[in-house]
Nanobody, 124 residues
């Protein structure tokens, strides 16, 4: 059974930073892509970043490139998403997910395994 557990969310002031973690069960990270999505109140879930185990590349959706950084610690079975220069419109629940394949999948309705999410609130 796939288990993904996010942590690291919280309340941060505009311009601040957070590092989110996604810890996976077993050896999921070794051979599967891991995606980060977010969902703001009243909005659809949107893709943020993805690590592809196919070519060990990291991909970002355009709005987040340069501000958000995804990284991996294989020894800890953990993926990270570092959020910098946060803005109020970054307020959302952030999820990690996997479709148990090596390639990135940006269609949330097609993805089978999700963490419970971690809330990020950007406010002064």
């Amino acid at each position: 059974q796939v288990q993904l557990v996010e942590s690291g969310g919280g309340l941060v002031q505009p311009g601040g930073s957070l590092r989110l973690s996604c810890t996976a069960s077993g050896y999921i990270l070794d051979s599967n892509a891991i995606m980060w999505f977010r969902q703001a109140p009243g909005k659809e879930r949107e893709g943020v970043a993805c690590f592809s185990s196919w070519d060990e590349s990291t991909q970002y959706k355009d709005p987040f490139r340069g501000r958000f950084t995804m990284s991996r610690d294989k020894a800890k079975n953990t993926m990270y998403l570092e959020l910098k220069n946060l803005r109020p419109d970054d307020t959302a629940v952030y999820y990690c997910a996997t479709d148990l394949v090596p390639l990135c999948n940006w269609e949330p309705e097609d993805i089978g395994s999700w963490g419970q999410g971690t809330q990020v609130t950007v406010s002064s």
